[in-house]
């Protein structure tokens, strides 16, 4: 069974539409790639699965309509790592990652419990954020901060992540230790994910399927080698896109 | 929570009320001050000259120390729930322009002279809390038209401009109601002088429901610190979380502004300060905020009613002096961070 069904939706903004009656469908266990060129619409369906955005059209999630699961019940099973992050004031690191847990609270009078610490724990210390967990976030550089948002994903601990340019902000070393920690997530534990990607060969690496977007609507669906294709990615881009990555990595031949 | 920490927190607020009750044209000794009203409340008999202190003492300060405190703490857990809400360290009931909203409410009750039955103030009351909550709706949905990320600078100048409007307004309704224009103008300066303990109890059973109401939110407040997506994102009810800060906190600047005029700045002045010493978490900062409000607004009610001895200043004038020179601190430092 499909963990996640997206039927025709359509998300406008005033009078345009961003994203035009949109399918796809995602398998427990199986990672999507979300890719196309900017203003493709490609972030707008992650805010629309993340219910984020009013949307025609429906997303059943465990064949349940997403639009009648309750925020907190939705936020157990659906973690989100937006593209752009806020930061009002100066919460650390550890506290803006224990924020992760609220929706496994019982009442909001609660206080966070063993298994939260360790989940908490555990998110920390595989962003790599251990010296820097009392730090302000206020302090934090773009990759510090990516990372803590990363955490709290993590402590959420869902079945389904839905990440927004995951390794923006991030140095090589981070990119390769998300990348496989999220690969490992997907492959042991059975979970779930769509990302949006811009780096083509990052999305073939690691993805499983891929959805090929351009100008709001849906180019292409299905397992990410029949998708990322010559001829697709040449028509979205409207350049020869093996070429330019060809050229890039002939820099590296001695 | 340390329970300690709240004991020495309401020791000193009971402290600094006694010394408050103490002070003024007729020098009353904190001692004498304490045992006026420990006679009182357990209805010892006193002698002739004690009883005209106690009855100063009882009759006229504490029930005005009292309001004071109170009105000084509900601004202050308004002022940091909104600034939490909006994320905005400026943002209050008087920057806002809720707090003059609330005002042209009572005024226009005073001058149809909307009063409930049985109840005199209830008319002026409840038109301050639906004034005051509708002003915070416009204010927030201008802003939001205008500029859809809430900026800092964005929601004050449509305070500013908001509470022009209002004042303006009431301008305009004194000068055309004719004889009742007195006790308008009366009362818009400001005052919690004459507070009895009619006011003191109305004023403290609204603290304790919409400070409850506000208590129940502080995760979710937390949670707003990082934008309403990502609290949406971690399971917060985000429009739920709204509406019970916003009537909360609407009904509260409402019930303190008709009870003493609008006195500005508390509510941006002392969550300000609170936050250096707490930490911004809202379950550790709102209920600080209250203890140092009422405070705060005792000392201020104390330098009104002494500095220019026997003659009284509005307590707004002195919270507003203060206020201004913190609001520019604030406001140079929140430009700094950006």
Redesign the interface.
């Known amino acids: 069974m499909n963990l996640l069904e997206v039927s025709g939706i359509t998300v406008c903004y005033g009078n345009v539409d961003v994203i035009c009656d949109v399918s796809f469908h995602v398998k427990k266990g199986s990672w999507l790639m979300v890719v196309g060129p900017n203003g493709a619409g490609k972030s707008t369906i992650i805010k629309a699965v993340s219910k984020g955005v009013p949307y025609t059209g429906e997303i059943l999630f465990n064949g349940r309509n997403i639009d009648r699961i309750m925020q907190k019940e939705y936020a157990r099973k659906v973690g989100v790592l937006s593209q752009s992050h806020t930061v009002g004031y100066g919460f650390t690191v550890e506290e803006a990652v224990r924020m992760g847990r609220y929706a496994h609270r019982k009442s909001t009078f609660s206080d966070a419990g063993k298994d939260d610490e360790e989940k908490v724990d555990y998110a920390i210390h595989t962003t790599g954020l251990e010296c820097s967990k009392h730090k302000s976030v206020l302090e934090l550089s773009g990759g510090e901060l990516q990372r803590t948002f990363l955490a709290q994903v993590l402590a959420q601990d869902p079945e389904l992540i839905l990440l927004d340019e995951p390794v923006n902000h991030l140095d090589l070393v981070y990119q390769k230790l998300i990348m496989e920690l999220m690969q490992d997530w997907t492959r042991k534990k059975d979970r779930t994910i769509v990302s949006v990607v811009h780096d083509l060969s990052l999305a073939k690496a690691y993805g499983t399927d891929a959805l090929l977007m351009n100008e709001g609507r849906s180019v292409a669906f299905g397992e990410i080698d029949t998708i990322l294709t010559e001829n697709n990615l040449n028509l979205v881009y409207d350049m020869d896109v093996s070429a330019w990555n060809r050229s890039l990595l002939a820099q590296w031949q001695s | 929570m340390h329970p300690a920490e709240y004991a020495a927190l309401a020791l000193i607020t009971v402290a600094v009320t006694i010394l408050c009750v103490g002070a003024g044209s007729v020098e009353i000794t904190p001692i004498d001050a304490f045992m006026a009203i420990w006679n009182s409340v357990f209805g010892k008999t006193v002698s002739v000259s004690d009883e005209s202190i106690r009855s100063i003492i009882v009759f006229v300060r504490l029930p005005r120390v009292l309001a004071v405190g109170i009105v000084g703490a509900a601004l202050s857990l308004c002022g940091g729930a909104i600034q939490?809400l909006l994320?905005n360290?400026l943002a209050d009931g008087s920057t806002l322009g809720v707090s003059s909203g609330a005002s042209l409410g009572a005024v226009l009750a005073l001058a149809l002279g909307i009063t409930l039955p049985d109840f005199p103030l209830g008319g002026t009351m409840v038109m301050s809390m639906i004034f005051a909550f509708l002003s915070l709706c416009l204010i927030l949905f201008l802003s939001y038209r205008i500029d859809r990320s809430l900026s800092t600078n964005t929601m004050i100048l449509m305070g500013v401009v908001f509470s022009m409007f209002a004042n303006s307004s009431i301008s305009l309704i004194i000068a055309s109601v004719g004889e009742k224009a007195r006790t308008i103008t009366f009362w818009t300066m400001g005052s919690l002088a004459g507070s009895d303990y009619a006011d003191v109890l109305v004023l403290a059973l609204t603290l304790i429901v919409c400070g409850a109401a506000l208590r129940?939110?502080?995760?979710?407040l937390?949670?707003?610190?990082?934008?309403e997506?990502?609290a949406?994102?971690?399971?917060?009810?985000?429009r739920r979380t709204k509406m019970t800060v916003m009537i909360a906190t609407s009904v509260l600047i409402g019930v303190c502004v008709s009870a003493g005029g609008t006195i500005g700045f508390v509510g941006l002045v002392v969550p300000h300060m609170t936050?250096a010493i707490t930490?911004?978490?809202h379950k550790k900062s709102l209920p600080f905020s209250m203890f140092f409000g009422a405070i705060f607004l005792m000392l201020c009610d104390l330098v009104s009613r002494v500095i220019a001895s026997p003659k009284q200043i509005p307590v707004g004038v002195v919270t507003s002096f203060i206020g201004a020179v913190l609001f520019i601190y604030i406001f140079g430092k929140s430009r700094r961070?950006k």
């Open positions: 939490g994320r360290p129940s939110c502080t995760t979710e937390n949670a707003f610190a990082f934008g997506d990502n949406r994102n971690v399971g917060v009810n985000v936050r930490g911004p978490n961070m």
